[in-house]
């Protein structure tokens, strides 16, 4: 996550955490009047709309009172649902053995882009599985990564 992202995690989680749910993860994504701050929330029982509405109305009275951040933008609260995206390397842990895509801020042994199989988590890094090759990679240098459902 960029700067302003882990500044928003670290304001909103409290809040979130006192509604119960956990906060998954939080992405700004920059478009002029366009923008849109999206909030993901997870519980173990799952994330209805009532929920994530409960979430935003929670969130945007913290975020009209700090105001960080200074253009227009769109707030949509939602569950991370089967693509869940990864924000930080412990969220992996629970995944392992799944499958992942990956893309990385810069190449690795020949690869920017990629899908594996999520095989461990040492700290702030993961280690996947790709075309039978590892590939251990710092959560830092992953610019996104989602999990890839399987359909049986």
Same mark, same amino acid.
Request: net charge negative.
């Given at each position: 996550m960029a700067r302003m992202e882990d500044r928003l995690f &670290?304001?909103?989680?409290? =809040?979130?955490?006192?509604? &119960? $749910? %956990? +906060?998954? #993860?939080?992405?700004f994504?920059?478009?002029g009047k366009h923008s849109t701050l999206r909030v993901y929330i997870d519980h173990e029982d799952g994330v209805s709309v009532d929920n994530c509405a409960d979430v935003s109305h929670q969130?945007? =009275?913290? +975020?009209d009172v700090e105001d960080p951040i200074k253009s227009e933008y769109f707030l @949509?609260?939602?569950?991370? #649902?089967?693509?869940?995206? $990864? $924000?930080? =390397?412990?969220? !992996?842990? &629970? !995944? +392992? #053995? @799944?499958t992942?895509?990956?893309?990385? %801020?810069?190449?690795q042994q020949g690869k920017r882009k990629f899908k594996g199989i999520i095989v461990a988590v040492d700290g702030d890094y993961i280690e996947f599985n790709v075309d039978g090759e590892t590939l251990k990679v710092a959560q830092s240098s992953i610019k996104k990564a989602h999990l890839v459902p399987q359909f049986n």
């Open positions: &670290d304001m909103l989680e409290p =809040a979130v955490a006192a509604l &119960d $749910f %956990t +906060l998954w #993860g939080v992405e994504v920059r478009a969130v945007s =009275a913290i +975020l @949509e609260v939602s569950s991370p #649902g089967m693509e869940r995206p $990864f $924000f930080k =390397a412990n969220q !992996y842990a &629970d !995944y +392992l #053995g @799944e992942a895509a990956v893309e990385l %801020t810069m190449a």
